[in-house]
């Protein structure tokens, strides 16, 4: 087989590019995919007879029919969806307690599922955090299908989860009974494996050492890790914690040294390579970085080198793991081998190390920007610092001292970790925003891939390197400033956000959403989680290039909002803060306000706000108490060809009754659970030809109730609910072209 793979006519990896273009025009029905495989299939005609291209055809069509079967199976397992669910197997390693929240996957008739449960007492949740078995629960819940992007650039759960081989996710509402049991699946089984040897670890060892043991050996970090989760990817040197090429190198190398020494030959080692890779991947949570590089490695012992290991590995994973290219941590783990293995030859010495890092940062960043908008300068010289603290220091330290743990646990080292979180943290300290590149389209994705390898490809050559230089340059900051105006209603979790942008690079945002009100829960009830704006609103403004919003409008004065907007002065420099006057009455607010260290000021009635080359005026709708919420500021104005109406929490008949004469085309309004308020047909008397819906995303508030009153009297009105249909945006250059999220 190996010989008759060394004696293909064409090079490998130009068959493994072929095969990933057409990977993506099935699994993602991508035109330009489809553009790219007819190039490379047009450039075979050119370069080699018709039967070498006749064979390569034949291999291509063999893979075809594999994606096919896989994106039908796909399919079906979505559209044939379980109505019910009695009794759900356990897979003891994806337990996650996070207060009195319960997440785990689980088997159930053939399908696997992504579950939830609310602990109902401290005892029960001290229960599931020491489950290492399998068990069976006996349940009554709800299965429901997954929730997909509510924002553009967003995270889409739905696809993450399908991507894992999940259509459905199940709430529990009561567990009837709970029996431990045994499997013949290994996966199963290893999963029990690794459970124990989480649970072993965080029992025998004190925090902070036992994160960087569960995370290092095992690929798992728990909720307790969140701060440093974020210090670490803020800094950018997350990946770190990523199983990959170096751990498992150490830990094949380790393998094989010791059964080298006992007397086995180096022949008998490389089969039993093929189990011993399983048992590891198993402990790792089947991580796709972890496969990538066993197989890699793999290949390796049986003579394929360099780029042909790299090519053999991709047409692997098309078998074994066909949705690996379809997430995030496939893609930046083949890419970053990739690059690895084309500057692999570089030279020696510390120039060479340096200059490969660099080239590695920049071939990498386009991708980076794809699905994280940002990249964090001081990433390259962390990642050189620490990457060998990591591997050299950390792993093999750790490693010892999991094994002699089970004799007696050496925790007098928990001093290293405790010093490591303390640099990091002062680093954190010391270190700037991370650059915000924004999410360039699939297009300039691929000009942007193409140019950085002419530009590595043609390096000596200084005219043509700085032609390229100028498209990258050019590439990257067409994507950071999209020349088009905007003006982007967000899917909030908890009240409105607008985003306003024009062609200029001018940025006005008005209001962050509300922090949802929360329970008083006794201590082992709380859970760490993120805000509303850490998952919706600054997703987002990075996706689009944000770094600086020049003026931030804050249309009330509910102390709801101020969590959010702490976290927003973190995540972008903020030209002013801009409030009703009456909230600068409330001084606890506004010297919250004022600690972020930003400009804060009085927005009165009749002040206009500039952008798009027009204005939005200010108004209120009584001259006093202007900071209370029944008083709230609205703003209106003609942008382009339309006049706007943003007008969030206010009383819709007091507005029309003091502005009888206002004239809406669209209308932007929240719907909050607010006491009080009237129905929005009201604001059917400013004859909207279009009105948008900020609503709360678990509450309807009889939303379609009033839409369909408001339809009814207006044939002309058109209602958009962003609970329904995610967000909302206006683009266009003199004109609005519309469009939403799902």
Known sequence: MSQWISCFPIPKIYLSFLLLWLYYTIFSASFLALLGFVFLVFCLFIHHPWKVVLKVLLICGLFASWFLFQKWQQEEASQNLLSSVETVRILPDTIKVNGDSLSFRGKAEGRMFQVYYKLQSEAEKEDFQNVTDLYDITLEGKLASPQGARNFAGFDYRNYLKSQGIYQTLTISKISDMKATSSWDIGENLSSLRRKAVVWIKRNFPDPMRNYMTGLLLGYLDTDFEEMNELYSSLGIIHLFALSGMQVGFFMDAFRKSLLRL???????????????????????????????????????????????????????????????????????????????????????????????????????????????????????????????????????????????????????????????????????????????????????????????????????????????????????????????????????????????????????????????????????????????????????????????????????????????????????????????????????VEKLKSSKNKVGAIKKGEDLSIFGSRLEVSHLSGDKSGEVSDSLFLHGKLLNQTFLFANDIKEKELTKQYPNLQVDVLITGQTASKGRSGLEDFNLLNPKLTVLSADQKKNFKAQQQASVLEKEDKTSKVHHTNQQGAIRFKGWTSWQFETVQ
């Open 263 to 589: 007397g086995m030959t180096q022949e008998k080692f490389k089969w039993l390579a093929y189990p011993f890779s399983l048992f590891y991947a198993g402990l790792t949570g089947f991580s796709a970085s972890v496969i990538r590089s066993l197989l890699q490695k793999i290949l390796s012992q049986h003579g394929f080198k360099g780029l042909d290991n790299f090519a053999m590995t991709v047409l692997l994973l098309f078998i074994v793991m066909p949705n690996f290219f379809l997430t995030a941590g496939g893609v930046l783990s083949c890419a970053y081998a990739f690059i690895l293995t084309m500057t692999s030859k570089e030279g020696q010495g510390v120039k060479a190390v340096v200059r490969e890092s660099f080239i590695i940062s920049l071939g990498i960043l386009p991708i980076l920007s794809f699905y994280f908008s940002e990249f964090q300068p001081w990433s390259i010289v962390l990642t050189f610092a620490f990457s060998f603290l990591f591997d050299m220091v950390l792993l093999p330290l750790l490693s010892i001292l999991f094994c002699l743990s089970m004799i007696y646990p050496f925790t007098q080292f928990n001093f290293i970790f405790e010093l490591l979180e303390s640099i990091i943290r002062f680093v954190y300290q010391l270190s700037s925003r991370p650059i915000v590149f924004g999410q360039p389209s699939v297009w300039i994705l691929l000009a942007l891939l193409i140019a950085l390898a002419l530009l590595y490809d043609l390096r000596k050559n200084f005219k043509r390197l700085t032609l390229l230089a100028f498209l990258v340059a050019s590439l990257f900051l067409v994507t950071k400033h999209p020349i088009e105006n905007e003006i982007t209603v967000l899917a909030m979790d908890q009240g409105s956000s607008i985003f306003l942008r024009d062609m200029t690079g001018k940025t006005i945002l008005i209001d962050v959403g509300r922090e949802k009100e929360s329970e008083k829960k006794e201590g082992w009830q709380e859970k760490v989680s993120s805000s509303t704006v850490q998952r919706n609103l600054i997703p987002y403004l990075k996706s689009r290039g944000v770094a600086k919003i020049d003026q931030l409008v804050l249309t009330t004065g509910d102390a709801k909002q101020l969590g959010n907007l702490l976290e927003l002065t973190k995540a972008f420099e903020i030209g002013e803060i801009l409030l009703p006057e009456g909230i600068l009455e409330q001084k606890v607010f």
